[in-house]
């Protein structure tokens, strides 16, 4: 049974902060869903890291996340938080982001007020639009979704660019705009966590990002429950953590001719097989072979 929107608003509603891991395709979706994950992120940065081997400054585009997108929900029940980036456009092409990836499968579109090309958050040089046409922006969405309960996350990357007080101002015009959930990127002091907490803190879920080695402090979950937020997503963390991994393997492959070094540290073919289902699989197969040989 596929989720429904309901259940991502139950959760954020919940007395427990959501986490939510980054993925960036389905195998790392399945993975963090078998882990325990109630909801998950894909993000459009690892996107970029492991698709295009390329940072996070505007390559991706709007089909290529819809078409992971939609392997993912092919494969998993999840709530899926699905980085929209700046709408791929203006107003009109917001729509049309927020109509593909609805029908792709996402519960909620996170959407921001840079101006394109944008670039990841936690990386100098971002430039914004209006806080105005961010309102445009936001109410494109609303009007955009085929269900009403589509969470639209409305995020400022302001604090970089204009200063933590236009943030502010800026977050505040995007909840009168009717945005679902509120994401201030960036804050650089817990000082401006705690600050942005106390002003929005029960009017609207508050969502943090943490990035390893970024300019927000790396609090933990708790930490971030006790300041006010509700959602926390670690966007990131999976590729770095794959790419330490996958060095040190092919690094090892190479000097050694041999991957024998590391069966300790990687899945052997059946275990594999059944983390991805690969028995229950054939299993369904073979059912409905049997199904059509008896008619």
């Given at each position: 049974?596929?989720?429904?929107?309901?259940?991502?608003?139950?959760?954020?509603?919940?007395?427990?902060?959501?986490?939510?891991?980054?993925?960036?395709?389905?195998?790392?979706?399945?993975?963090?869903?078998?882990?325990?994950?109630?909801?998950?992120?894909?993000?459009?940065?690892?996107?970029?890291?492991?698709?295009?081997?390329?940072?996070?400054?505007?390559?991706?585009?709007?089909?290529?996340?819809?078409?992971?997108?939609?392997?993912?929900?092919?494969?998993?029940?999840?709530?899926?938080?699905?980085?929209?980036?700046?709408?791929?456009?203006?107003?009109?092409?917001?729509?049309?982001?927020?109509?593909?990836?609805?029908?792709?499968?996402?519960?909620?579109?996170?959407?921001?007020?840079?101006?394109?090309?944008?670039?990841?958050?936690?990386?100098a040089g971002k430039r914004?639009?209006?806080?105005?046409?961010?309102?445009?922006?936001?109410?494109?969405?609303?009007?955009?979704?085929?269900?009403?309960?589509?969470?639209?996350?409305?995020?400022?990357?302001?604090?970089?660019?204009?200063?933590?007080?236009?943030?502010?101002?800026r977050a505040e015009c995007?909840?009168?705009?009717?945005?679902?959930?509120?994401?201030?990127?960036?804050?650089?002091?817990?000082?401006?966590?705690?600050?942005?907490?106390?002003?929005?803190?029960?009017?609207?879920?508050?969502?943090?990002?943490?990035?390893?080695?970024?300019?927000?402090?790396?609090?933990?979950?708790?930490?971030?429950?006790?300041?006010?937020?509700?959602?926390?997503?670690?966007?990131?963390?999976?590729?770095?953590?794959?790419?330490?991994?996958?060095?040190?393997?092919?690094?090892?492959?190479?000097?050694?001719?041999?991957?024998?070094?590391?069966?300790?540290?990687?899945?052997?073919?059946?275990?594999?097989?059944?983390?991805?289902?690969?028995?229950?699989?054939?299993?369904?197969?073979?059912?409905?072979?049997?199904e059509g040989h008896s008619?």
């Amino acid at each position: 049974m596929l989720p429904t929107h309901d259940d991502l608003r139950k959760l954020l509603q919940g007395p427990e902060i959501l986490v939510a891991p980054g993925v960036y395709d389905a195998l790392s979706a399945l993975i963090a869903t078998q882990a325990g994950a109630k909801a998950i992120y894909l993000s459009g940065a690892s996107i970029a890291y492991t698709h295009m081997a390329r940072s996070d400054i505007g390559l991706t585009s709007m089909k290529e996340v819809a078409d992971i997108l939609t392997m993912l929900r092919d494969r998993l029940n999840t709530p899926i938080i699905v980085d929209g980036d700046d709408g791929f456009g203006n107003a009109l092409n917001v729509q049309r982001t927020v109509r593909l990836f609805e029908r792709a499968g996402a519960n909620a579109i996170q959407l921001e007020d840079q101006a394109s090309p944008k670039r990841c958050g936690h990386l100098a040089g971002k430039r914004l639009i209006s806080s105005a046409e961010m309102v445009g922006k936001i109410k494109a969405a609303q009007d955009a979704r085929s269900r009403p309960d589509t969470l639209i996350i409305a995020r400022t990357d302001a604090i970089a660019v204009e200063g933590f007080e236009a943030a502010l101002a800026r977050a505040e015009c995007y909840v009168e705009a009717g945005a679902d959930v509120l994401f201030i990127e960036a804050p650089e002091t817990r000082e401006h966590m705690q600050t942005l907490c106390r002003q929005f803190k029960g009017r609207i879920p508050l969502m943090a990002n943490i990035v390893e080695g970024g300019r927000t402090p790396s609090l933990d979950a708790a930490a971030l429950q006790t300041l006010g937020y509700s959602l926390v997503i670690f966007p990131g963390g999976a590729v770095r953590a794959l790419a330490w991994s996958l060095s040190r393997y092919y690094q090892n492959l190479l000097d050694s001719g041999t991957t024998a070094g590391w069966h300790d540290k990687m899945l052997n073919f059946d275990q594999l097989n059944e983390l991805i289902g690969t028995p229950a699989l054939i299993a369904q197969g073979k059912a409905y072979a049997a199904e059509g040989h008896s008619a």
